[in-house]
């Protein structure tokens, strides 16, 4: 089991960056495949991001493909998600998943991550 925690959230305008940090301890995070995920007030949670073990292989939800990316730093156990070019609808609350896992695959759907950090709220206003 790993323990997740999320910052880098905040207020910003649309058309500006942010990026979140998730930080892990508990288990290296190298055997670990990550992901983003976020959750807007009266809608389900949304796949952001994903990334492989060893970061080989990462995938986007198609909302954020070309403005978002994620990268990990596996001797830091640091997960990140630099979100460029923000919109209003990039609202929401994100967390950072973790699962167990070999070094290549990635998943998209929430149900295949085992733990998650409280989240971080990133607010776009106009």
């Known amino acids: ?3 997740l925690v999320e910052s880098g959230g905040g207020s910003v305008q649309a058309g500006d960056s942010l990026r979140l940090s998730c930080a892990a301890s508990g288990s290296s995070l190298s055997s670990y495949r990550m992901g983003w995920f976020r959750q807007a007030p009266g809608k389900e949670r949304e796949f952001v991001a994903a990334i492989s073990a060893f970061g080989g ?6 909302s954020v493909k070309g403005r978002f990316t994620i990268s990990r730093d596996n001797a830091k156990n640091m997960l990140y998600l630099q979100m460029n070019s ?5 609202t929401a609350v994100y967390y950072c998943a973790a699962r167990w896992s070999d ?17 971080t709220q990133v607010t776009v206003s106009s």
């Open 103 to 119: 070094r290549y695959s990635v998943r998209t759907n929430p149900n295949e991550y085992t733990d998650w950090g409280q989240g």
């Open 57 to 62: 292989t990462s995938v986007y939800g198609d």
């Open 86 to 90: 923000l919109k209003l609808e990039d």
């Open 1 to 3: 089991q790993v323990q």
